[in-house]
């Protein structure tokens, strides 16, 4: 079955078209915009009204790292001043005598993927992912987009769970005690999905199945793994 997972607009996909992914792969990266301010009229030691004199590039045009910007040329001299970075020409300030140029960081978080599955097809809006027998159920309203195996808990394992067991998985459980929620959260969990709210705050991706019935299904089929899409209040759980 294949499923929507939306992209956020400024999105670069980071895997392509049939790849498998899992929960370690970099599925995309949002590049921020940067700007940068040239001080043009103190370089080339000229009028900040003249600034238009000079320049090779205008507001709205692209411009490319070291390609030229302005030139001031002289009978003994030429003056270049170049770009720093790829970006577009934001503002041009005759006041101050500055250029401001648009651009994008490239260093941006990367967002990994909360699915395990195969990437079958990329839009400019959205992947779609091709998932194992997947079955979705509502979920109450999440900020937060999260996937990954999943632990099935139960109250009287309080005692005998231990990190191997439960280490960077979700937690499925009807409800959890404050005790239980603490020991898990501290042996590593990666976050919890539950029918009833947590006992205690928690900074850990956490949600809320909507109907019992749907999490009585959860239970009995056990399936390996889950994921959470928030645009669509959905969770997926998959072979």
Do not use: W
Not at 82 to 99: A, M, N, R, Y
């Amino acid at each position: 079955m294949i499923i929507s997972y939306p992209l956020p607009a400024d999105a670069r996909p980071l895997v392509e078209k049939d790849e498998k992914i899992d929960f370690n792969t970099p599925l995309y990266q949002i590049d921020s915009h940067q700007e940068t301010k040239i001080y043009l009229a103190q370089e080339l030691q000229i009028n900040p009204k003249k600034i238009f004199n000079f320049l090779k590039k205008f507001v709205g045009e692209k411009i490319e790292k070291d390609e030229v910007l302005a030139v001031k040329k002289t009978f003994f001299s030429e003056k270049i001043i170049k770009s720093p970075v790829s970006g577009i020409i934001k503002e041009i300030d005759h006041h101050q005598g500055l250029v401001v140029i648009d651009f994008l960081d490239y260093h941006s978080q990367k967002i990994f993927s909360p699915f395990k599955g195969v990437v079958e097809k990329i839009s400019k809006n959205e992947f779609q992912i091709k998932l194992n027998k997947p079955q979705e159920y509502q979920i109450k309203k999440i900020k937060t987009d999260f996937g990954g195996e999943v632990f099935y808990f139960k109250e009287n394992q309080f005692f005998e769970i231990n990190s191997d067991q439960v280490e960077n998985k979700i937690i499925i459980s009807e409800k959890i005690s404050s005790f239980s929620q603490a020991k898990l959260e501290a042996l590593g969990v990666k976050g919890f999905v539950t029918l009833e709210s947590l006992p205690d705050k928690t900074t850990l991706n956490s949600v809320l199945i909507k109907n019992i019935a749907d999490f009585e299904k959860i239970k009995k089929n056990q399936f390996p793994y889950c994921t959470v899409i928030s645009k669509h209040d959905k969770i997926y759980f998959y072979q």
